[in-house]
């Protein structure tokens, strides 16, 4: 009975543990998509930057954590979004990796010269 009962606390906790990760995965992805979509957005930048600025902010922060990391960027109706997905690693065996996503978007900045009177 003790074993089974150590077991399952054990289970559980890895549970917890693992959800706990993910969550962490998801707002280092959303952090780095919404600085990535900021720094794309500006006017002297490209989306392109903001796409490498975000894979750069998620690789300080969550390499180990993430597997088969993915940034993309676009730019629609005048905004850079920057969209990312990971696995996160499994810590529990025969266990499929939990998938995170997250996107960030910022307007893209642009200089319109004040009309003069006439």
């Known amino acids: 009975m003790t074993t ?6 054990l289970l559980a906790t890895m549970l917890v543990v693992q ?8 707002q280092v992805l959303a952090g780095a998509a919404q ?6 957005a500006r006017r ?12 750069d902010l998620v690789d300080q922060a969550g390499a180990s ?18 969209s990312m997905r990971g696995e996160v690693v499994s810590l ?7 998938t995170v996503e997250a996107s960030g978007s910022a307007p893209t900045e642009e200089f319109r010269p004040q009309r003069t009177g006439t």
């Open 35 to 40: 600085d990535g979509a900021a720094n794309g």
């Open 4 to 9: 089974i009962t150590v077991s399952v606390v």
């Open 19 to 26: 959800f706990g990760l993910a969550y962490y995965a998801q």
């Open 65 to 82: 954590l993430l597997t088969n990391r993915q940034a993309d960027v676009e730019v629609r109706n005048g905004r850079v979004v920057v």
């Open 44 to 55: 002297d930048s490209t989306p392109e930057a903001g796409r490498l600025l975000a894979e």
């Open 92 to 98: 529990i065996p025969f266990r499929r990796s939990i």
